[in-house]
């Protein structure tokens, strides 16, 4: 199974889906905070997730509940660039375990992963849009009963297509 996006549309097997991207479209992402949804083929690694806002989770993925000291680091001068962290950390990251739904499910893409290059961007995720689907600084959001309905037919195989 896998999904395409393509103009603020998520195509998922028979499903035409509204999304939220980048503020700047969908593009060569260039560095950290370029606002642009990074054009390519990309592999899910895993999802994390809100046990306590979301139960039964039914996936064949591997799935990590979001404690409340867990971030994404998305300061290029630590080693632990765009990877999943556990804080306190003196560098800068972007916390998970938030009061808005947002993150309540996050598909991590490998977008910048295996290598790792600095300032190249980080946290490309597919998470829960805002109200009126506001853009987003380079994720994809969708509406959270859609993202626990495409979960469902995920396998490690699987991939998501930013075209």
């Given at each position: 199974?896998?999904i ?22 969908i ?54 660039y ?9 560098y ?72």
């Open positions: 199974m896998h395409l996006i393509k103009k603020k549309k998520l195509i998922f097997k028979d499903y035409r889906i509204k999304c939220a991207l980048g503020k700047r479209g593009g060569v992402k260039k560095k950290e905070g370029d606002l642009i949804t990074p054009l390519g083929l990309f592999k899910i690694k895993y999802i994390l997730y809100r046990k306590d806002r979301v139960k039964n989770l039914i996936t064949s993925l591997k799935k990590i509940p979001i404690t409340k000291k867990m971030g994404w680091c998305d300061d290029s001068n630590s080693k632990k765009n990877q999943l962290i556990k804080y306190p950390s003196k800068s990251f972007e916390k998970l375990y938030r009061r808005d739904n947002v993150y309540d499910i996050v598909i991590v893409l490998n977008y910048n992963m295996n290598p790792t290059k600095k300032n190249k961007g980080s946290a490309i995720f597919i998470h829960i849009a805002k109200k009126n689907y506001k853009n987003t600084e380079g994720c994809v959001a969708i509406k959270k009963t859609e993202l626990i309905k495409i979960a469902k037919y995920l396998k490690i195989k699987s991939y998501v297509r930013i075209a």
